[in-house]
């Protein structure tokens, strides 16, 4: 994750902005201008950690906002070699320790855990899906179910607790669904015009929810196969089916997805079906935020 693109900078700035750091009316109030201070990041609970690189982050972003004299805006971010990204962790782990001026650290406590948080929540429960799948062929794919102008850091977590990216947004890459083959006319009047009209090397998916779709989609070229609220047997039936399809023919690979009604509780059932990927929306939209804390003491 690049933390000092434009666009994370923004968001962390608008994060700043909108906890009106810089106005820090209490803090401004009760606490010297110039104590400096150790803060712990704490995890509370078994998690899988998201969000570190963001902290330093914070602090040249809201020093650049409340232009704070030099001697006031000098801080350190230290963590154990151990412990990044992507990490599980164990509750009573110290995850980074900031020495800064004790007013920046208080506030910007908020704003830097409620970040941690939530990108360590959706980690953390991506890992307990791909845990749930190992040993298998498949891969969690995450969707675009995300907080608006959060989706680049919340497909970030999921990358940090063992999860593949779906595409991006709606301009990298060609999904057709029900709706565009409802409004379009059928597959047969999509799916080619798709096909002719796409940038070079965008591959041309196509979501099915029957038998009947599935061999239509396949029939017209489909290049990818989402197999959309199907159970597992449904999906093992339309893989075979679909690996018959290619069956010889080392240059043509269909990946499948299944999507739809996938829990804990029954990914293994669709992994086992032999799919390449499963997307889970809720990796991002039902994510409970980590349990995370911030200890500060005067140095």
């Known amino acids: 994750m690049d933390w000092k693109s434009h666009r994370i900078d923004a968001l962390l700035e608008q994060a700043l902005v909108e906890d009106q750091a810089v106005a820090d009316t209490t803090t401004n109030l009760t606490i010297d201008p110039n104590l400096r201070a150790s803060a712990a990041i704490i995890a509370k609970q078994e998690m899988v950690v998201a969000g570190l690189g963001a902290v330093p982050r914070f602090f040249e972003v809201f020093a650049r906002l409340d232009r704070r004299p030099p001697a006031q805006t000098r801080f350190e971010v230290v963590s154990h070699p151990e412990i990044f990204d992507g990490v599980r962790v164990h509750a009573g782990q110290v995850l980074a320790v900031i020495r800064h001026n004790a007013r920046a650290l208080l506030s910007c406590e908020r704003v830097i855990l409620n970040l941690m948080q939530h990108l360590s929540g959706i980690a953390?429960?991506?890992?307990?899906?791909?845990?749930?799948?190992?040993?298998?062929?498949?891969?969690?794919?995450?969707?675009?179910?995300?907080?608006?102008?959060?989706?680049?850091?919340?497909?970030?977590?999921?990358?940090?607790?063992?999860?593949?990216?779906?595409?991006?947004?709606?301009?990298?890459?060609?999904?057709?669904?029900?709706?565009?083959?409802?409004?379009?006319?059928?597959?047969?009047?999509?799916l080619p015009r798709a096909l002719q009209l796409r940038k070079p090397g965008q591959r041309v998916q196509v979501e099915v929810r029957t038998v009947k779709e599935l061999e239509e989609a396949l029939a017209n070229g489909a290049e990818a196969i989402l197999l959309d609220n199907m159970t597992p047997k449904e999906v093992k039936r339309a893989v075979e089916r679909i690996r018959k399809e290619t069956e010889g023919q080392t240059e043509r690979w269909i990946p499948t997805e299944a999507s739809g009604g996938i829990v804990l509780e029954n990914i293994r059932a669709y992994a086992e079906t032999g799919v390449d990927f499963i997307s889970v929306g809720a990796l991002t939209h039902s994510a409970k935020a980590a349990n995370i804390s911030m200890a500060i003491t005067a140095e």
Not at 159 to 168: D, S
Not at 173 to 185: F, T
């Open 124 to 190: 953390t429960l991506t890992r307990k899906y791909a845990d749930a799948i190992q040993g298998t062929h498949a891969h969690v794919l995450d969707t675009r179910k995300t907080v608006p102008g959060m989706r680049a850091l919340e497909k970030y977590a999921v990358l940090c607790g063992g999860g593949t990216n779906h595409r991006i947004d709606l301009a990298s890459g060609i999904l057709i669904k029900n709706n565009h083959i409802s409004l379009g006319g059928g597959i047969a009047q999509v």
